[in-house]
């Protein structure tokens, strides 16, 4: 009999990918469209967050779940657009598990929802890892963390099904090479959805939330 050798880590992403796995079916069984938004701490994922509410939350009953290591502000943020929010403190752990999100839906009235936001914690690797059972996963990156992200953190731009390039109106200031950066990402993700944005002048937005619209409106159907 040969010997059979499971790494802890994988015992650990086996037992997340389940609850990921149940988180999922309670979205599919509260028509409740999931959003896992990650970034590295300081893309703008707060304001992007924030902008989306603010398209959105017309539209579609809209609830958010903030991840973050210590304090309630982004929570806090979210909160004041006017949607139910809850706060997960991580307690220092710097991602989102599956574990930690099914303990905070019960918070929230999932068959009152349509649109649920995740704010990820931020952090450019385990986030990666660990799914949350959301039916999107999104990555924020910005200009000024530099065109050679994709290329340092492989694992985040492979996984999701759309990014955005948050700060463009800073394109001007930075050495950015907007060609560079995206032959990095569609080698790692080919045909991914991209969208150049500018949370604070408002500039792409317009083509991000039409997307979110449609991707949004064929899950909620
Ligand atoms: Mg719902
Ligand atoms: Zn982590």
């Given at each position: 009999m040969g010997t059979r050798t499971i790494s802890i880590v994988e015992n650990i992403l086996d037992a997340n990918d389940r609850i990921a796995q149940t988180n999922r079916e309670l979205f599919d069984s509260t028509k409740t469209f999931a959003i896992n938004f990650m970034a590295s701490p300081g893309a703008g994922k707060t304001s992007v967050i924030l902008r989306t509410v603010q398209y959105l939350k017309d539209r579609y009953r809209m609830a958010g779940v903030d991840g973050d290591v210590a304090t309630t502000i982004d929570a806090d943020r979210m909160a004041a657009t006017g949607i139910p929010a809850v706060q997960i403190?991580?307690?220092?752990?710097c991602h989102l598990d599956a574990v930690m999100l099914s303990g905070a839906l019960?918070?929230?009235n999932l068959d009152e929802t349509d649109l649920l936001i995740i704010e990820n914690v931020g952090n450019l690797i385990c986030p990666a890892s660990f799914k949350l059972g959301s039916r999107l996963d999104v990555l924020i990156a910005s200009v000024p963390e530099g065109d050679d992200k994709p290329y340092k953190y492989p694992k985040m731009y492979r996984g999701v099904q759309a990014m955005l390039l948050n700060k463009v109106d800073l394109l001007p200031y930075f050495d950015f090479d907007m060609d560079y950066f995206r032959k990095g990402v569609e080698v790692l993700n080919p045909g991914l959805s991209f969208f150049p944005v500018s949370?604070?002048?408002?500039?792409?937005l317009d083509a991000y939330i039409e997307w979110l619209t449609e991707q949004a409106d064929s899950f909620l159907k």
């Open positions: 403190n991580t307690g220092g752990t019960p918070k929230l949370a604070k002048t408002g500039e792409g």
